[in-house]
């Protein structure tokens, strides 16, 4: 009797651990990266370099599309002598479409885009989140027959 006890815990231990593992591991993976809401780019890295970072940057991330948008920095500062102040003054760039999120692997389908050689490609990075931090990085293509770079963007939850 005692031999058919420990043979039913024993089992009943072994299915237990092949159900809640798989659950565990997919609720470990969609917590790996939580994407939606308002980001605000905080910093740049390339080759492991800081980079200023180029203007105000946001990113606006739903259940599946994505928006960024970004101007340039202090822009109400410029003294508008040349155009080409002008056209800093006024210009705001960005983009947008959908996005597909599996464990880590974030991909972009670029709709809008202010290059037209980016529309309809798809953009692919790594994730991670940490509660309000979103760690996306993901190669640069070589311009040119220029090394690709490793870049690595982090952005900031602000809703």
């Not at 910093?43 to 200023?52: E, F, L, R, Y």
């Not at 006024?90 to 389908?109: I, K, M």
């Not at 529309?119 to 991670?128: F, H, I, Q, Y």
Request: aromatic share 10%; net charge positive; with cysteine.
């Amino acid at each position: 009797m005692s031999k058919a006890l420990n043979y039913m815990a024993a089992s009943l231990v072994l299915v237990t651990a092949l159900w809640v593992a798989p659950q565990a591991s997919a609720s470990a993976v969609i917590a790996n990266c939580s994407v939606i809401g308002t980001w605000e780019l905080t910093g740049i890295t390339v080759d492991g370099k800081a980079v200023a970072t180029p203007g105000q940057q946001r990113k606006i991330v739903t259940a599946d599309h994505f928006m960024w948008i970004n101007q340039a920095t202090r822009r109400d500062t410029l003294p508008l002598k040349t155009r080409a102040d002008s056209l800093v003054y006024s210009s705001v760039g960005g983009g947008s479409g959908t996005y597909r999120l599996q464990g880590n692997s974030y991909v972009e389908h670029i709709d809008y885009f202010n290059d037209p050689a980016f529309l309809g490609k798809d953009w692919k990075a790594t994730c991670r989140t940490d509660k309000n931090h979103w760690v996306h990085s993901y190669t640069l293509p070589g311009a040119a027959g220029a090394a690709p770079q490793a870049v690595v963007e982090n952005w900031r939850r602000v809703a």
